[in-house]
Every structure is written in structure tokens, then in C-alpha cells.
């Protein structure tokens, strides 16, 4: 609070000099006065930083994805992929050290999705492995999904053709279907060999079924898979 002024003559002080106001000087108490409180706008980050806070390493990888189904390997670099997320190349180099980085992190990506979480989905779906075994041949037949699985794994085995990292990948991804495969006639009463040539013969229908969607009718497609079905479960004279 701001005090009362003080008055006197300039007579009485000897010290005090001044032309200003006649005889008199008032003087005011000094007052405390505390500043009021500034208002601190809030930071905003700035777009890189927001870009690398939102995008995350499965979004460069579903990017690349696309690129590889699209336009082929040659096409998957960096500089394709930051255009395509409106991002700058900086923010790549924030998930991953490098494109060979990115290219295997592609790969690791398919082999879960395509074998690993889809065997652990059929195994979990079905308890009767007859039921399991038709589950499996139905694969290549369910819409979109299989679709894109397919021009996905067309796109990764051309690009294995030329790549012993992506080579290697398709070699596993194909052995641990076929062991799913084998597992399941093993379960149905077929023994550990003749289970894993079953499996073998069956995979290998799968695949040409995906890559050959465009054979043929609804109605054939549907006969083609009763049939394999009854191939696969005869015995096998000798």
C-alpha cells in the first residue's frame, strides 16, 4: 500500500536544494509495488519435432510396403518415402540407422503378420484339426485380405530373387508354414513323414491358388477346394 505524503519547508533542511513547487517539498513514501505475473505462452514444438513424436517406425514400414508392392525394391529409399509422408529425411533417421535398417525391418514385419500372429490365430480358432485343415485351404479365398496378402508376398519373393536378406526371410517364412501344415495332419493320424509331405503338397496349393486368384469362376474355385481337401486326406497306396 502507498504511504501518506510527507511535507516541509526547504528552509528546514539545509540539504535540500530545489527551484520546483515554491517552498514546500512533498515528499512520497517509497511503496512496494510487486510486478504482476507475466503470462508465459506455451511453447509450440516445431514441426520436425512433431513429425517424429507422431510418425512412427510401423508407419515407414507400411510406406515402404506399399512402395515395394507398387514400384518394386529399387524404389524403397528414403528419399521416396519422406515425400510420400510430407516429412523431411531427418525424421527417418530418427527410427532407424539406415534404408538396409528399414528393408529388414520390412521383413521382419511381413513374417509376423503373414506367419506368425496368422498360425497363432488358426490354432487358437479351431480345436478339431479336420476344421483347422480347412481353415488353411480357405486362405487364399477371403477377399481383400488375401488379396493384399498376396501382391504383398508376389512383391517380397520377387525381391528375394535378388536379395539373399529377403531370400532368407521367405525360406523361413515357408518352412515354418509347412511345419504348421505337417502339425496339423500329424494330428489328424498321419505319420511324422507322410504328415510333412501332405503339408508340403497342400502349402504348395495355397501359394499357386494366391497367385493364380484369377482362374476360374466362384463356383470353380469352391470345387477346386472340396477336391483338394479329399486329395490330401486319401492314403496313399504302398
Do not use: N
Not at 504511504?3 to 512496494?32: E, K, N, Q, W
Not at 532407424?96 to 487358437?124: C, I, K, P, Y
Not at 513323414?193 to 474355385?221: H, I, N, P, T, W
Amino acid at each position: 500500500m502507498v504511504g501518506s505524503a510527507f511535507c516541509h519547508r526547504i528552509g528546514d533542511d539545509p540539504h535540500i536544494h530545489t527551484p520546483l513547487y515554491g517552498s514546500i517539498v512533498c515528499t512520497m513514501p517509497t511503496a512496494t509495488v510487486r510486478p504482476l505475473p507475466r503470462k508465459i505462452a506455451p511453447r509450440r514444438p516445431k514441426p520436425e519435432a512433431t513429425a517424429r513424436t507422431r510418425l512412427t517406425p510401423e508407419a515407414w514400414i507400411d510406406a515402404a510396403t506399399e512402395v515395394l508392392v507398387d514400384q518394386g525394391i529399387d524404389h524403397v529409399r528414403v528419399d521416396v518415402l519422406a515425400g510420400q509422408l510430407q516429412v523431411t529425411r531427418g525424421s527417418f533417421y530418427w527410427h532407424f540407422r539406415d534404408r538396409e535398417d528399414l528393408l529388414r525391418r520390412v521383413l521382419q514385419a511381413w513374417r509376423e503378420l503373414s506367419t506368425v500372429q496368422l498360425t497363432r490365430r488358426l490354432e487358437g480358432a479351431r480345436g478339431d484339426p479336420r476344421e483347422q485343415l480347412r481353415d488353411v485351404i480357405s486362405l487364399p479365398f477371403r477377399g481383400r485380405a488375401a488379396v493384399r496378402a498376396a501382391r504383398i508376398e508376389l512383391a517380397i519373393r520377387a525381391w528375394a530373387r535378388r536379395d539373399p536378406l529377403a531370400q532368407e526371410a521367405v525360406d523361413e517364412g515357408d518352412a515354418a508354414r509347412i511345419a504348421y501344415h505337417a502339425e496339423i495332419f500329424q494330428a489328424l493320424g498321419f505319420k511324422t513323414a507322410d504328415a510333412q509331405m501332405r503339408g508340403f503338397v497342400l502349402y504348395s496349393y495355397e501359394v499357386a491358388e494366391s497367385l493364380l486368384s484369377r482362374q476360374g469362376s466362384a463356383a470353380a474355385k469352391q470345387a477346386r477346394r472340396v477336391f483338394v481337401e479329399k486329395l490330401v486326406l486319401q492314403p496313399v497306396p504302398g
